[in-house]
């Protein structure tokens, strides 16, 4: 074989291996480094937040915390090594204003909760709890904290019978002896409250709910959103589920109890049957706003805005006659409105809903994005958002509440972004059989040749019922699956949320009828391009 035969199969096999390094892969996939939360401090000057990067080689992850000067937009890093920070909140101490977290320090230690000086102080301890915590909340006042714990209440076969100490077996007889992929650890997770001394050293937590067999957060997916502080810090509003039928069940309701654990837990939420949760309080204390769904045992109704009154004790549906899903509803630092998530064809958008005139606004103006609410700023005049897509995971930005801009403030996979070749997102409408529209995302492999024909894959949404957004997701990537050289048809079908209410509730007691119809008039439709290759397509 000739030199120059050599070098030409060479430089072919570079060309390919730089092209394939180009695009995403399994292994880039986990080199993303993943943005968590995002809150203002207390003067609006910095952001705090949290980023998780994996070890491929090691097999494991680690989360530390990041500080962005808002003006500027400098980020510094303020904790590292294998410690897992998150759950970080601002607050005005005895000591200044400090940083509180969770975090795992020291090799086999336990989540606790940790303090900080942003300035460049020592991290200290704040609590020693057994077993350790999560779910961090401090209060307004910065004199009490709240976090949940697991608390032991079931008997394990070994408790019943001593006798058989090696007895490994488990005595079952109720449904929910596994929920979703976690088997009953005999435990519940409790709401725990602790006083701050001085020195932010935190007493012993305090049970608010013990001998109780019932969990806050609800399991299996909520967080510390299901528990809110009230403004003077003597208050905490949280969510418990009490139902027999535990499984058939999705009666969650919203209770109060006072901070210091005396009197009684009282529901004000009683007789609405569905799903209540997460209540947040109006910065002046006269209002409780928390999300709701009305029907019982319907885990996909529409999810409501609803606002409770402190003073008269009455509950109001601030969402009625919106043909919306309402999500992640924080209060204006004037309480005059509230801003939102809520799915809106194939994205999820920004709205704010005036308390008093209930007139609805949308807040951001580029429609190909998820976006999300982390903070508001104590001025009123921004939000800290979240943004993602299906080409990008999360970043931080500010959303400007008076003229809609948009400005970035992390970039945390920039240098991984910068030379990668991406996949080009299309939307689709097809008419179903009915005669009505079917939306679909159709996401294009990277430098796409509509003269070649490209094996596709129709992407079938589960739930039944959550939307298919603008989410970059680490399981079900359609970066990483178009950059493997196929087209991707993701059909918002009927039954998902974002094309009004009807369109979602079309599936219920159908699953298999018009939904299977339109995911294959989809298929049909796309099947009509020529770059498709009718013999290499699947689902």
Not at 379 to 402: C, F, H, Y
């Amino acid at each position: 074989m000739s030199r120059s035969i050599k070098s030409l199969i060479v430089l072919v096999l570079l060309t390919s291996w730089v092209s394939a390094q180009g695009t995403m892969t399994p292994e880039l996939l986990w080199k993303l480094k993943r943005v968590s939360g995002g809150v203002f401090s207390p003067d609006g000057k910095w952001v705090v937040h949290g980023v998780r990067s994996y070890d491929i080689v090691a097999n494991e992850g680690d989360s530390d915390l990041f500080l962005i000067n808002v003006t500027s937009g400098k980020s510094r890093r303020i904790t590292e090594g294998p410690t897992n920070e998150g759950t970080v909140q601002w607050a005005r101490t005895k000591l200044g204003v400090r940083l509180f977290f969770l975090s795992r320090r020291g090799k086999g230690a336990s989540t606790q909760v940790w303090v900080m000086d942003p300035e460049g102080g020592s991290i200290e301890a704040v609590t020693h709890e057994s077993g350790g915590v999560a779910n961090l909340k401090v209060s307004p006042t910065a004199t009490r904290i709240a976090f949940t714990k697991d608390i032991k209440l079931d008997k394990e076969v070994v408790d019943i019978y001593p006798d058989l100490p090696k007895a490994d077996a488990r005595i079952i007889d109720g449904l929910m002896y596994r929920h979703w992929d976690r088997w009953s650890d005999y435990k519940y997770s409790h709401l725990h409250v602790a006083v701050l001394g001085d020195d932010l050293k935190a007493t012993p937590g305090l049970d608010l709910m013990a001998g109780m067999k019932v969990d806050c957060p609800v399991p299996p997916f909520a967080g510390s959103e299901q528990i809110a502080w009230s403004p003077n810090g003597e208050e905490i509003a949280f969510t418990m589920k009490i139902a027999n039928n535990w499984a058939e069940s999705t009666d969650s309701d919203v209770y109060l109890v006072s901070a210091d654990g005396k009197g009684r837990k009282r529901c004000i939420t009683t007789g609405m049957d569905g799903y209540d949760n997460d209540p947040i309080y109006s910065p002046d204390g006269k209002y409780i706003a928390f999300h709701s769904m009305k029907t019982p045992g319907f885990e996909s109704d529409r999810n409501r805005l609803m606002i409770y009154d402190r003073n008269k004790g009455t509950i109001r549906d601030l969402s009625l006659g919106l043909d919306q899903m309402v999500h992640g509803a924080v209060w204006a630092p004037d309480s005059s409105r509230l801003y939102f998530m809520s799915e809106t064809r194939g994205t999820n958008q920004l709205f704010s809903l005036d308390l008093a005139t209930k007139t609805l606004k949308r807040l951001t103006k580029v429609g190909a994005k998820n976006w999300g609410i982390r903070d508001v700023a104590a001025d009123g005049k921004s939000l800290l958002v979240g943004v993602q897509d299906m080409i990008r995971p999360w970043e931080l930005g500010l959303l400007n509440l008076e003229d809609g801009r948009f400005r970035r403030l992390t970039d945390v996979n920039g240098d991984i972004y910068k030379d990668l070749q991406v996949p080009t997102v299309k939307e689709r409408w097809v008419t179903a059989t009915d005669g009505k529209k079917i939306h679909s995302w159709v996401i294009y492999p990277p430098n796409f040749d509509p003269q070649k024909k490209w094996p596709t894959l129709i992407y079938f949404q589960g739930g039944p019922q959550g939307q298919i957004g603008q989410w970059f997701s680490f399981r079900w990537n359609f970066h990483l699956m178009a950059s493997q050289g196929f087209v991707v048809v993701a059909p918002n079908r009927r039954g998902l949320p974002g094309f009004g209410r009807a369109w979602n509730d079309e599936i219920s007691k159908d699953w298999g009828g018009q939904a299977m119809r339109d995911i294959l008039s989809v298929t049909d439709d796309i099947t009509t391009e020529s770059f498709v290759d009718a013999k290499k397509i699947g689902g």
